[in-house]
């Protein structure tokens, strides 16, 4: 495809609808030594619009099982033209693994998007009133990138304390653009902290994890900001701990809502061998397709109920964003609360997500 500056300036491309559309890549970077950013366009002319913080989800044929993963965009929506994910390599993860040993220039994917809530509100953007505060663990950092080159390229003065947790200097993405950033905004600070000097003998950031003694003398203005966590689990369920214990206002406290891939996305979990409340009402769900039934509790999620029937339903992010465990429902109904998994269209055809949906009577699902 070759489109002029000319034929852009007359006839500025059509939105991207967020239905799914082929990328092509068309740049790869290493970040860190397991870390790897895709740049990706559209085939046809688009213009991408999202908010910073908003994730896309890939659609792929892995060794023929198909899988959707959510990788946040960690690009700027203010240069419209391409988009830019960066994925970690994770030991025994099917997609990141095949991301990084398959994606190069001229790879083209299947994706659906922009979806996610954990960004600015929708309408102009300006300068927020309140200082922001950006935590961020490994690859965690990606959806905090993006709202600070939105900063950068909108050229407005946010007071940002951006703080960041890696295991070696090694080991922080995007190293050298967050000391670009600290330069070109006047009120934005990025802090490192690391667990080790690794191979990096003539550091002198900040040694250690992230405690709550560290957060207040790095900023101490701590419970008069906003707060934005991105990390695995274990990073943000610290840093809810450490916020608590301060007596931080939690309503200011915004956090990533779907987890990263792991090698045991499709294992079953702990809590599949907890029973079912007693007091609970229990419906009938049927597997039309498997020829199987088993009982769900209405104050579960239907994917839980199958896990515990010991069924194995492909899932990843458990909180109806990536719609990986998608089904469509044949009959009955359900209490869906999903995260952006769905589109309307689909919803309106009769998919829906078993991790996030609750029954409200016996259901069959075509499955």
């Known amino acids: 495809m070759t489109v002029s500056y000319s034929d852009l300036a007359e006839a500025p491309p059509p939105a991207w609808g967020g239905d799914d559309e082929w990328l092509e890549c068309v740049r790869v970077r290493d970040e860190t030594h397991d870390v790897r950013s895709f740049v990706l366009r559209p085939l046809q002319a688009r213009s991408f619009r999202y908010r910073p913080g908003q994730f896309i989800t890939l659609r792929l044929d892995i060794a023929g099982e198909h899988l959707n993963r959510c990788y946040t965009l960690c690009s700027s929506p203010t240069r419209p033209d391409t988009l830019m994910i960066t994925v970690k390599r994770v030991p025994g993860g099917k997609v990141s693994n095949w991301l990084h040993d398959h994606v190069k220039p001229g790879t083209r994917l299947s994706a659906t998007g922009p979806a996610g809530s954990f960004c600015f509100p929708a309408g102009p953007v300006k300068v927020p009133a309140r200082g922001q505060l950006y935590l961020s663990g490994g690859s965690g950092i990606t959806p905090l ?170 899932f990843s992010c458990s909180s109806g964003v990536c719609g990986t465990c998608r089904t469509r429902k044949l009959a009955g109904e359900v209490e869906m609360k999903q995260g952006g998994g769905l589109r309307p269209r689909e919803v309106a055809q009769g998919w829906m997500l078993p991790c996030c949906s609750k029954p409200l009577s016996d259901v069959e699902l075509d499955r």
């Open 145 to 314: 990138m993006s709202m600070s080159r939105a900063w950068a390229d909108l050229g407005l003065d946010a007071d940002v304390q951006f703080m960041h947790a890696a295991r070696t200097p090694q080991d922080i993405v995007f190293a050298d653009e967050l000391k670009l950033l600290a330069r070109s905004l006047p009120r934005w600070r990025a802090t490192m902290v690391c667990e080790g000097r690794g191979d990096t003998p003539g550091y002198s950031g900040l040694l250690g994890r992230l405690s709550l003694p560290l957060l207040r003398a790095q900023v101490p203005d701590l419970l008069e900001r906003e707060v934005w966590c991105c990390g695995p689990a274990p990073f943000m369920a610290a840093v809810r701990g450490m916020l608590a214990e301060a007596g931080f206002d939690m309503s200011r406290y915004h956090e990533e809502s779907f987890n990263f891939e792991t090698p045991a996305a499709d294992a079953p979990a702990a809590a599949q061998t907890q029973p079912i409340s007693t007091g609970a009402k229990r419906f009938a769900i049927t597997l039309k397709t498997r020829g199987e039934r088993f009982e769900c509790g209405a104050d579960e999620t239907l994917l839980k109920a199958a896990q515990r029937a010991g069924i194995r339903w492909p």
